[in-house]
């Protein structure tokens, strides 16, 4: 079976594209190699992990509060306060 993508779909497609190209640009400019890196084996390992941290990244860099590059250890801190974020614990009665 066959599916067609009308010029709408098309279009989304594109745009998707070019943003994530934006993201890998911006990502690359405000982490080290090191980090930039770690980032990549996270995202294999784990891509909703990498997705948060890739999204707290971009918010912190656009409010302008990101004043140098972020180096591996800032980003080891960032991925495990957003790990630690989405534990819980199930409590027996």
């Known amino acids: 079976m066959v599916e067609?993508?009308?010029a709408n779909q098309?279009?989304?497609i594109q745009q998707m594209q070019q943003m994530e190209e934006m993201k890998r640009k911006i990502l690359?400019?405000?982490l080290s190699k090191e980090a930039?890196?770690?980032l990549g084996r996270v995202r294999f390992a784990?891509?909703?992990l990498a997705s948060q941290a890739e999204l707290y990244l971009l918010q912190?860099?656009?409010s302008g509060r990101l004043k140098d590059v972020v180096t591996d250890g800032q980003m080891k801190e960032i991925?495990?306060?957003l790990?630690?974020?989405r534990e819980f614990r199930i409590n027996k009665k």
Do not use: T, V
């Open 46 to 48: 784990n891509p909703d």
């Open 60 to 62: 912190i860099y656009q």
């Open 79 to 81: 991925l495990r306060l």
């Open 28 to 30: 690359g400019k405000i």
């Open 10 to 12: 098309l279009q989304q």
């Open 4 to 6: 067609y993508i009308d």
């Open 83 to 85: 790990s630690d974020k």
């Open 36 to 38: 930039y890196e770690r």
